[in-house]
């Protein structure tokens, strides 16, 4: 039996710093994980920079049964706190866009950071272990490939499902549920959308086009890009739509956001009406989505030979097209799982388990879901840090 205080399961963002602010405070923890290398959605995130916080976090940029959970570690580890590490380890930073946060360099530089910071406080990282049974006798009790450990506080850190090419299981749900912990339903996010077979066949030439646009599901609207794809649709509006969307449900995209476009074909039909409908359309839209919109309105000849209901068809083709996707790419390529440990079953001020102390859930694995644009890192840190302040 391997005893220590702190045993951590997964040696991914929040299992590592959760594991250095264990060991800060004097604490033996041992991080466990079957991967070979700690931290590898790090090493492949932001296109390997690393989009590793956003300026702009708030809780409601994140998706739960309860958005309000987040809050408590959101604000007592903030983005700010994270920055002053990076700059600290001398790692370059730049911001994108929208507050986010990447490394000029590499994403590495991240890992190697938390590595070098796990390393010099004492934390123990043992890597290539499978973990097998988990049981409650004086602490915890981990069998693994490696022996049995003993631990006062165990911190689950095994993330989601998604990429399991990567090492994502469902290990985190299975503890959560063998200790009568309540889940929420799970499901892919920030993934691409899939379209009906029909929907493909007409929006085929439009593979590989990009464009500002704003997506709308429900209530809920980015204004960001879409890309058109051969599966259907992807970019940042749609992943950022995909963790909203329902499977039966429509979306609403907005090509031209912020442009009264029937004012600027009316206008220009009063002054250059000769012109083709799409060839007057491919002044505000790229060529082939021009061609495709005023198709899809079921219009076609002279700018000059519509009447107003014609362009009214147009601008709402154009402005609010309503597409209902058949489904998503799935886990093999969305960026997180939404739902996951209940936040009902944690303390949100340290995210242990309400009827188990000693058990902890944090990052991914936990029902907290940001958005795009380094949210979701900013919950691993923020997480990982609460409880490692009291495990
Ligand atoms: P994470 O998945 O990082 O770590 C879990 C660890 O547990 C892994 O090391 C795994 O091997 C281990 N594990 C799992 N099951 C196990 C088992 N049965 N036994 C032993 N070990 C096990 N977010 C962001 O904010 N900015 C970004 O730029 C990106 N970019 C990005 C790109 C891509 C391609 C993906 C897939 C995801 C992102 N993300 C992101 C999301 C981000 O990577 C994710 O939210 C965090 O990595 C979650 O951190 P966790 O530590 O909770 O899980």
Redesign the pocket.
Do not use: M, R
């Given at each position: 039996m391997q005893d220590c205080d702190v045993l951590i399961?997964?040696?991914?963002?929040?299992?590592l710093f959760c594991g250095i602010e264990a060991a800060r405070r004097g604490r033996r923890v041992v991080i466990?994980?079957?991967?070979q290398a700690?931290g590898?959605?790090?090493r492949?995130?932001?296109g390997g920079r690393?989009?590793?916080t956003n300026l702009h976090t708030t809780p409601e940029r994140f998706v739960s049964e309860n958005p309000r959970f987040a809050a408590s570690a959101l604000g007592r580890y903030r983005p700010a706190d994270f920055l002053a590490r990076v700059e600290r380890a001398g790692i370059a930073w730049h911001e994108k866009t929208l507050g986010q946060l990447f490394c000029d360099g590499s994403a590495r530089q991240i890992v190697t950071m938390l590595t070098d910071d796990l390393r010099a406080a004492g934390a123990e990282l043992r890597l290539g272990?499978?973990?097998g049974a988990v049981r409650q006798a004086a602490g915890f009790v981990v069998e693994t490939s490696e022996g049995s450990f003993r631990a006062a506080s165990l911190v689950v850190?095994?993330?989601?499902k998604?990429?399991p090419k990567m090492?994502?299981?469902g290990?985190g749900y299975r503890i959560a549920e063998a200790f009568g912990l309540a889940l929420t339903e799970t499901r892919p996010g920030l993934v691409p959308l899939t379209l009906a077979e029909q929907d493909l066949a007409r929006t085929a030439p439009l593979a590989g086009v990009a464009v500002p646009a704003r997506v709308r599901f429900g209530r809920q609207g980015f204004d960001e890009a879409v890309l058109f794809t051969h599966r259907g649709l992807s970019g940042p509006a749609i992943l950022q739509i995909s963790s909203y969307w329902r499977e039966g449900e429509s979306i609403t995209i907005d090509l031209l956001p912020g442009t009264d476009l029937g004012a600027l074909l009316r206008g220009q039909r009063a002054s250059a009406g000769k012109v083709a409908l799409h060839n007057a359309l491919a002044r505000h839209l790229p060529e082939r989505l021009a061609a495709f919109a005023v198709a899809e309105a079921g219009l076609s000849g002279r700018l000059a030979d519509q009447g107003n209901a014609a362009l009214d068809r147009l601008v709402a083709q154009v402005q609010g097209w309503t597409l209902r996707p058949v489904g998503s790419e799935g886990y093999r390529t969305a960026?997180?799982t939404l739902g996951g440990v209940s936040t009902a079953a944690l303390e949100a001020r340290t995210l242990q388990a309400r009827a188990v102390p000693g058990l902890f859930f944090?990052?991914?694995?936990v029902d907290v879901t940001?958005w795009l644009g380094?949210?979701?890192?900013?919950w691993?840190w923020s997480s990982g840090w609460a409880a490692g302040q009291v495990a």
């Open positions: 399961l997964g040696a991914g963002a929040a299992g466990l994980d079957h991967a700690p590898e959605k790090i492949i995130s932001g690393c989009n590793f272990v499978s973990i850190a095994t993330g989601g998604s990429i090492g994502a299981t290990l960026e997180v944090i990052g991914e694995v940001g380094g949210y979701n890192f900013q691993a």
